[in-house]
């Protein structure tokens, strides 16, 4: 299978129009379309449907997305443990869901580096099912996800466990001697969907079911900008916003009838890489 027709899939499954797709991948729009004519016809199956402003992906290529993504991705590791092969003894490969990231990681990965540097670190910042997948595609060596894993063969343990707190901007003093969940639904809340626990546990659940948010966004470390705007309400950890607390540049809200959920992260690894010195050396610092 032929991975420049997988990439060219990549790019036009996010853009979602040939011109654009052609632009980004610097070949002209009759090349974009062979190679999806390519793809479809090894596959057997029509990926992409034609809209009035585009296409969008078939059922089948909704997918077959999450394959050609990990079928890259093991190409440029690949590639990338082979180029630093004269210059570096191995490569540690890590994944991060975005918030333990911000909140966690440049502690473990500073202290890394400085007492290792013949080890070439490549980092990813993603969401927890995707890490899982590229952990056990080989493609990752160790993981920090929102949910653990019991599964046989895996290393898996508790990383951080932090307090989420509901923070706005410092001058919205509507509620700052504390909220009622009934409350909730009146204020302007800032939305991410990210798991907090084990079980699928969210901030959703909060909330009366299928409660119409009128702010989302995909990354929780996002909202900050507009907190310190003045806008809206959001649940982020404690150990993310303890500067802008301690600041005075957000607003801690006292929550009244009911308690947040505890944010917890696990690292994990599979067993025979955890084995291996250099991500050994890297797991005993977490």
Do not use: W
């Not at 449907?49 to 997305?65: A, H």
């Not at 909140?103 to 890394?112: D, T």
């Not at 990813?124 to 063969?153: A, C, E, P, W």
């Not at 900050?224 to 959001?234: H, V």
């Amino acid at each position: 299978m032929d991975t420049e027709n997988l990439k060219t899939f990549l790019v036009l499954a996010e853009l979602k129009n040939f011109t654009q797709t052609a632009d980004q991948c610097f070949v002209a729009q009759s090349t974009v379309t062979n190679r999806i004519m390519e793809l479809e016809k090894e596959i057997g199956k029509v990926l992409f449907v034609r809209k009035k402003r585009g296409v969008e992906l078939t059922e089948e290529g909704k997918y077959f997305l999450s394959y050609a993504r990990r079928i890259v991705e093991l190409e440029n590791s690949a590639v990338s443990g082979l180029q630093h092969f004269p210059d570096y003894s191995c490569s540690l490969r890590i994944g991060s869901v975005n918030t333990v990231y911000d909140c966690h990681m440049l502690p473990v990965l500073s202290e890394y580096l400085k007492s290792h540097s013949q080890i070439a670190v490549k980092v990813i910042v993603d969401h927890s099912n995707v890490l899982y997948r590229m952990l056990q595609d080989g493609t990752l060596d160790v993981i920090f996800t929102f949910l653990g894993s019991k599964k046989k063969g895996c290393v898996s343990r508790l990383f951080k466990t932090d307090e989420l707190v509901l923070v706005t901007g410092a001058a919205n003093r509507e509620f700052e001697k504390g909220i009622r969940r009934e409350e909730l639904c009146g204020i302007y809340y800032l939305y991410c969907d990210f798991v907090i626990q084990e079980g699928a546990v969210s901030i959703r659940e909060i909330f009366p079911k299928n409660y119409p948010f009128p702010f989302e966004i995909d990354k929780s470390t996002k909202l900050l900008p507009y907190l310190l705007d003045g806008i809206g309400y959001t649940f982020l950890p404690r150990s993310f916003v303890k500067e802008y607390l301690d600041g005075g540049k957000l607003l801690e809200i006292p929550l009244l009838d009911f308690e947040a959920p505890e944010i917890k992260s696990y690292v994990m690894a599979l067993e025979k890489r955890a084995k291996e010195k250099h991500v050994a050396d890297f797991l005993d610092m977490v």
